[in-house]
């Protein structure tokens, strides 16, 4: 059974700090230092009954505070056995995210001592060994490596009394159930669990029922629903016409863009067009080593990268401030992708845009994101592109209809059909 928890009194943001959710005041301190003054909602609502030993399931978008809402509750409670019995334990789907999450708790714990390792393929197997026989508070990694050093005996998880799943569903959509089920039956049933999520597919129910005692649900936000200021264009394009638009639209947009694909092959092609007209680019995709995509991924917050050319595998794992643009040069498999994904940008309060191409035979990929999100996606006409293909196009702009489903409007309880969008 699962415990929403009760709903309190709305506070306005000025009102709203970290003080009175239970945090020492010496983590208080650090956290103030690091520039944190005023929780998000999902730090305010998560972090007192977390310190309070209890389990939580977190359901909020992706961008919206996650680690500082485990991570303070798991630092105090290190802190609070002065590190003599129990560690944490973190797991992630992606090699970007669980060095992000690394980086968040060092920044917080460094001060108190707190030792991590992280855990991930790609890297040294020894050197992860060498950290792990330090005795960390910590450990940080995916479930894949978490495995591997459990088989070979490097990795005991006896005493892990702090469990926490971040980005679940993301762990379940990649195949890592079979994994996640493994570690689960090794860590102590005595624990304190905290799930996060954006999405609750039904492995997220099984966990909840059978692995958690009694958790308190924390919803932020109904699953699918992205950032307010966020604003989204659709573009209907042929094939020929992608690469194209995407030159016309870095001319018009100045800031850094991540660009998603659906398949990383093309990663290469698309980075070495940019570069060909003098756009800095990078890619990051789960071909390029570890080196690589942590190059690529610091490269662009650092500016050395306008561009960053992605895979799905980052679209949880890339916490870059003042993104000013994502996308979508291929429509993702799956509909949360799309929430994930555009969450890159519009972060942190700030605004965001999110730019779609559609294939003609694509509204009902269209339809499904729409659903999920219950936002209507505009079609914007294409733009002029022929000095981009060097030949002269029809600008046609719509789906093939009989690929596209009646989609039932926002305004009446009728079904429209699509043509009447566009």
Known sequence: MIHKQAEKPLLNETEMTFGGLGIAPK????????????????????????????????????????????????????????????????????RELALQVDEVMQKIGRSFGIKTVVLIGGASMYNQVCLIRNNPHIVIGT??????????????????????????????????????????????????????????????????????????????????????????????????????????????????????LRVKHNARKICDGLRGVGISSAEIH????????????????????????????????????????????????NPEDYVHRIGRTGRAGMTGKAISFCLPDQGDKVREIERLTRLYLPIVKLPDLSAHMGKPISASNSFERNNYPPRRSRQTNRFSYAKKRY
């Open 27 to 94: 983590i208080l301190d650090v956290i103030s230092k690091l520039g944190f003054s005023v929780p998000t909602s999902i730090q305010h609502k998560a972090i007192t009954p977390a310190i309070e030993g209890k389990d939580i399931i977190g359901i909020a978008q992706t961008g919206t505070g996650k680690t500082l809402a485990f991570g303070i509750p798991l630092i105090q409670q290190i802190l609070k056995v002065g590190g003599r019995k129990g560690k944490g334990l973190i797991i992630l789907p992606t």
């Open 143 to 260: 479930p894949g490596r978490i495995i591997d050093h459990i088989a070979q005996r490097t990795l005991s998880l006896s005493d892990v009394s702090v469990l926490i799943l971040d980005e679940a569903d993301r762990m379940f959509d990649m195949g890592f159930a079979p994994q996640i089920a493994k570690i689960l039956q090794v860590v102590p049933k005595e624990r304190q669990t905290m799930l996060f999520s954006a999405t609750m597919p039904d492995g997220i129910v099984k966990i909840a029922s059978h692995h958690m005692k009694l958790p308190v649900r924390v919803e932020i936000a109904r699953a699918g629903t992205t950032a307010e200021n966020i604003e989204h264009e659709l573009f209907v394009v042929k094939r020929d016409q992608k690469f194209p638009l995407l030159k016309k639209l870095l001319e018009e947009y100045k800031g850094s863009v991540l660009i998603f």
């Open 286 to 333: 789960s071909n390029r080593s570890l080196g690589q995509r942590k190059e690529a991924l610091e490269g662009f917050k650092l500016g050395r990268y306008r561009v960053l050319v992605a895979t799905d595998i980052a679209s949880r794992g890339i916490d870059v401030k003042g993104i000013e643009l994502v996308i979508n040069y291929d429509l993702p498999e």
